[in-house]
């Protein structure tokens, strides 16, 4: 139990372009989704946390406009990375709990690479 | 500002010697705190939860312990394919529904060797 699926694992775009990644937990429903970036060799750096139907909550430093979250269902969220630039390449994994727990429960990941 | 510690950041130990990691933290309104296992270019995989000073949780050779300012994860007899990053993080916040505020440690990068 407790899967959290990403697609794509891994994505190539060219700078100026936008990038939708999909994040979907496969077996409860999560009110909760979050999306965390990671650089190599550093820790998760939490970007924005979002309940269903609501307007996601950003994390200081984190461009609203540019990271935009869809958090349409209990088991679908979206983070749009718009007008890619290389510096927001990264591995970005988004991370999923449920309503009964405060467990987070991660995707495997999507490597972003903006050329 | 939530504070999130590990140590060490880097462990290499031979296969079978016990060691523990250490996570200590520094938040206000502690609504859990969590253990997970990386592995390269993977997600995190949930480990643990601790939610209150005293608590203790194991699972096959990991067992994670809890204190008002720091968290243990203890690791017996470990085996190669214990190696990664072992991650600590904290939750702060309301119950589920709210915002939660979420802070991940650097992580201990466990190396087994046979």
């Known amino acids: 139990g407790a899967v959290v699926s990403q697609h794509p694992s891994w994505v190539i775009c060219k700078s100026g372009t936008s990038v939708k990644i999909e994040c979907r937990s496969l077996?409860?429903?999560?009110?909760?989704m979050f999306w965390y970036r990671q650089f190599p060799k550093q820790s998760l750096m939490l970007m924005a946390t979002?309940?269903?139907?609501?307007?996601?909550?950003?994390e200081q430093g984190v461009e609203k406009d540019k990271f935009l979250i869809n958090h349409a269902s209990l088991t679908l969220s979206t983070l749009t990375v718009t007008s890619a630039h290389p510096e927001d390449s990264s591995f970005y994994i988004c991370?999923?709990?449920?309503?009964?727990?405060?467990?987070?429960?991660f995707g495997p990941g999507t490597r972003l690479t903006v050329t | 500002e939530d504070q999130v510690t590990q140590s060490p950041e880097a462990l290499r130990l031979q296969e079978g010697e016990s060691s523990s990691l250490n996570c200590s933290y520094t938040?206000?309104?502690?609504?859990?705190l969590f253990w997970y296992r990386q592995d390269p270019g993977k997600g995190p995989e949930f480990l643990f939860t601790?939610?209150?000073a005293g608590e203790e949780k194991e699972k096959e050779r990991l067992k994670a312990t809890l204190t008002k300012k720091e968290s243990f994860l203890h690791i017996t007899a470990p085996k190669p394919e214990d190696s990664a990053t072992y991650l600590c993080?904290?939750?702060?916040?309301?119950?589920?529904?709210?915002?939660?505020?979420?802070?991940f440690g650097i992580g201990t990068k466990l190396q087994v060797i046979p």
């Open positions: 991370s999923a709990s449920g309503v009964s727990s405060y467990e987070q429960y």
């Open positions: 601790l939610y209150s």
């Open positions: 979002s309940n269903e139907g609501s307007k996601a909550t950003y």
């Open positions: 077996d409860f429903q999560a009110t909760t």
């Open positions: 993080a904290v939750q702060t916040g309301p119950p589920a529904g709210g915002y939660q505020k979420v802070t």
């Open positions: 938040v206000s309104g502690l609504r859990g």
